[in-house]
T-cell receptor
Framework: AQSVTQLGSHVSVSEGALVLLRCNYS??????LFWYVQYPNQGLQLLLK??????LVKGINGFEAEFKKSETSFHLTKPSAHMSDAAEYFC?????????????FGTGTRLKVLA | GAGVSQSPSNKVTEKGKDVELRCDPI?????LYWYRQSLGQGLEFLIY????????KSGLPSDRFSAERTGGSVSTLTIQRTQQEDSAVYLC????????????FGDGTRLSIL
């Protein structure tokens, strides 16, 4: 079965600094990977997805992620953090189980942006 | 609206009562998922529907939890004889059922057991 590991349950950056949120996956086949963001009292919102078309994926709100097969990584980055980026971020992979698709989520990284 | 709708948004009930949580997925989405998110925690998978059938119930924490989906659309998650540890946010998501398509989430039901 596939799995997802997010390193760092909490990350703090200064406003304007680079955001880097780490995600590593385990998969024996090319995966489909997703990053979601969750703001307080809301559900998860899709930021971007990797479906093998391009290794560098651009998403909403200025975020992007690069798929690196050799490192089994799909880290999320943003060049310049805004206060509004403070939220929880989840990495996920879809996995085929018994003929259907199940999503495996990481444990999440809470991003704090300091003024 | 076009998104996933969950009701109620908040539910407060006494220990021992039964509760029903409702999820209305995006029209045409064949796959529907329920998750539980405890305070400050990640997502705990509960159950997955493909159409009206539930091929994966592995995440239901006890026999007090059950879920159904009718007409390939609306789903209800029922918790019987609620306990304080059931307090959490219950999230519903739907998708087209294809691996390369993301899930779309509702805003959740915040359940508080007194």
């Amino acid at each position: 079965a596939q799995s997802v590991t997010q390193l760092g349950s909490h990350v703090s950056v200064s406003e304007g600094a680079l955001v880097l949120l780490r995600c590593n996956y385990s998969s024996s086949v090319p995966p489909y990977l997703f990053w979601y963001v969750q703001y307080p009292n809301q559900g998860l919102q899709l930021l971007l997805k990797y479906t093998s078309a391009a290794t560098l994926v651009k998403g909403i709100n200025g975020f992007e992620a690069e798929f690196k097969k050799s490192e089994t990584s799909f880290h999320l980055t943003k060049p310049s953090a805004h206060m509004s980026d403070a939220a929880e971020y989840f990495c996920a992979v879809s996995d085929r189980v018994s003929g259907t698709y199940k999503y495996i989520f990481g444990t999440g990284t809470r991003l704090k942006v300091l003024a | 609206g076009a998104g996933v709708s969950q009701s109620p948004s908040n539910k407060v009930t006494e220990k021992g009562k039964d509760v029903e949580l409702r999820c209305d997925p995006i029209s045409g989405h064949t796959a529907l998922y329920w998750y539980r998110q405890s305070l400050g925690q990640g997502l705990e998978f509960l159950i997955y529907f493909q159409g009206n059938s539930a091929p994966d119930k592995s995440g239901l924490p006890s026999d007090r939890f059950s879920a159904e989906r009718t007409g390939g659309s609306v789903s209800t998650l029922t918790i019987q004889r609620t306990q304080q540890e059931d307090s959490a946010v219950y999230l519903c998501a739907s998708s087209s059922g294809e691996a390369n398509q993301p899930q779309h989430f509702g805003d959740g039901t915040r359940l508080s057991i007194l």
